[in-house]
Every structure is written in C-alpha cells, then in structure tokens.
C-alpha cells in the first residue's frame, strides 16, 4: 500500500526516524581490554556504522533452468570496520586499545596463537526518543573482533585551538548478532 504525502510525515512524526547521532558504542572486550558503560574508562564514540550483510548468490542449473541458491553471508568492513573516538585528557581508551592490540602481535614475540578470539566483541546500540532500552531498538554484537589499526593523534601545538582530538581505531570482525528490543516504548 503506499503512503500519501500527508501519512508518510505523519507516520514519520509519530513513530520516529533514526537519526545521525541516534547511535552509540556500549561494551568493547577485546585481548584483555574489557570496557563497558560505567567504567573508570569511558567510551567516546564519534562516528560509527552499522554493518551491512550480504547473502551471496549461488547459481544452480538444472533442468534447462537457472536457480538463485543463497550462499555465505559476508559482512561489510568486515576486513576493516573503523570507529572513531573522542581522546581523554589521559589518553586512558588509548592505552587500552594499545595493550589489546599487542594481544594480537607483540614485536619481537608474535601474538598469542592466530590473533583471533572467538569471545571478543564490540557491542553497538541503537537509540530512540523514549530510550535505550524502547521497543525497536537495536543491539548489534560485532563477534571474533581484533585489532587492525589504531589511527594517529594529531596535536596542532603552535596553532592548536582548543579543539577535542580524535583517534580512529580499525577493527576485523567476523560477523555480527541483531537483537531487537521487543519492550514497551
């Protein structure tokens, strides 16, 4: 059925839209880096993305027809899926990111097996109007995640204006969990 003009803003008024700032990072456990909400270290998250997914397609022929067989699931950025963080006074969410990341590869010691824990996650979360926790709301889990890159952090010491530095970090994951919040909102 589609909407008229009038339905679809008053359907969007009511229910809502997501929005650009409508998202946040809420749990990163990753080579011995365990960070959630209400820790000493908090998590800063400028700019994030939720991942895409998609099904292959496999071509099947038989019978004179072709037949569209679903495949493997691929993620996007799955190979290189950056955040970018806001950087605290002491640099705390960095040095984290930098002892999880000799997790992987120490120098001159190698890494602690193939670099890949199956347990490590960043969990990312969806908000609303009415709340974190609304019905509709999204909590997506990045699962196998490691360390990629950790970006620079660029201080303009003879121009500097005061502005908040950032620093980027680049993860690999293998896939992702969608969980819906079927609550009240």
Known sequence: MALTVEQFY????????SRDFSFRVTDINIGGMSVSEGDDVLIFARTASLPGREIEDKLANFGGHEFHLGGRAVYSNAAGYPI???CDEG???RDQFEKASRSTFLNG????GFGFNPGAKIVLQTLSKAGPTARGTSEITLNGVSIRDIGD?????????????????TFAYQFYDLNKNQGAG
């Open 153 to 169: 952090i660029d201080y303009t010491i003879a121009d500097g204006t005061g502005e908040v530095v950032t620093f980027s970090v």
């Open 84 to 86: 970018e963080f806001y």
């Open 91 to 93: 640099i705390g969410l």
């Open 109 to 112: 010691v190698g890494g602690d």
């Open 10 to 17: 008053e359907t969007g008024s009511s229910a809502g839209f």
